[in-house]
């Protein structure tokens, strides 16, 4: 995988005509190089590949990227511009690809007044920037096209990521009961995936509790949980990077007419687009299936038209699944499918799986329970 990532920058390098790509998103530093960690910046040519990082790093760097010539730049550059400007001098490259989307304005100018200080030029301003040498070229979503197909060992390590997500859910099932918070109950589940055997970065879990299930992205707070409480759990953990994705709603007791009523429209939702997914179909169309079930009753109107996402080494990738794709599925991607019903000041509901997509529909990654569970 990391051969034919970078063989595919070179492939971009010859069409363009561009001398050097600039990999400054963390995920995708990790993807072409295999270095596990944070702050560090990929500088590639052709024939060249440089990763730019600090002391903290410059160990686990060199162990997981022998390949790769090192650059600390806080020994040698002072600072990571002026590095990628000496990469830059020392293989007399007169453009650079860069992704636009990641690199923060405070670097890309600095790195524009790194290259002016070799060129001679004191300061940076839009005039001086045409004098650069060299120029840096917008070209982003390059490795995120890559990403979005998995190989056989990412699907190993995604399919892991989520029966340790699975499993971690099965354990937390018996914590819940009136009294506990959703913080404790959200620190439980955090620790479990880790205990599961997930990577130990940390993942901002969703684990809210009674009306504020209707809050899409809700922060687990103080509140206890009480009887006849919906708790949903939206949570996923990492393993060798890849990411799980997934969201079970319980209800602490029993159910009441209308929790039952929307649990059982939601779960008809999600079982509707899953079984409409097939690699050539249109995206924004499995959107139109998710709302069949919903859409001649009163809960259309509290649908979230977002309604899945590729899920990699990052948690929400490309593809986007709603009404306004322009895409198809496509074998070997991994997309969550998540359609939900949140009423405001009432609650709401979510079930969410990760799929991987194959030539004859999908595969569920997550096989957690999905009928209502009462506690
Ligand atoms: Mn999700």
Known sequence: ?????????TEYLEKESVDAYLVSRTVNVRYVSGYTSDDAYLFLTRNKKYLITDPRYTELAAAECPDYELIDWRGSCGSVAAAVAFAAKENGCRTIGYEEDSLTSGMFIRICEALLDDAGISSYS???????????????????????HKNPWEIKCARAASMITVRAFERILHDIRPGVTEKELAANLSRYMVLEGADTMPYGNILISG???????????????????????????????????????????????????????????????????????????????????????????????????????????????GPRSEEVFEENTIMTVEPGIYIPGWGGVRIEDTVLIKADGIENLTPAEKELIEL
Not at 1 to 9: N, V
């Open 211 to 321: 009306a504020r299930t209707s809050l899409l992205h809700g922060v687990p707070s103080d509140k206890a949980v009480a009887y006849g409480d919906f708790v949903l759990m939206d949570f996923g953990c990492q393993f060798h990077g890849y990411m799980s994705d997934m969201t079970r709603t319980v209800v602490v007791g029993k159910a009441d007419e209308r929790q039952r009523e929307v649990y059982r429209l939601e779960q008809q939702m999600v079982k509707e687009t899953e079984e409409f997914i097939l690699p050539g179909r249109k995206v924004k169309d499995a959107y139109e299936v998710s709302t069949r079930a919903i859409r001649e009753t009163e809960y259309y109107p509290y649908h979230y038209a977002g309604i899945g996402h590729g899920v990699g080494l990052f948690v929400h990738e490309h593809p986007f699944m």
């Open 1 to 9: 995988m990391r051969e034919e990532a970078y063989e595919l920058i």
């Open 126 to 148: 839009e005039e001086s920037r045409s004098a650069v040498t060299p120029e840096l070229i917008p070209a982003d979503g390059l490795i995120e096209e890559m990403r979005k």
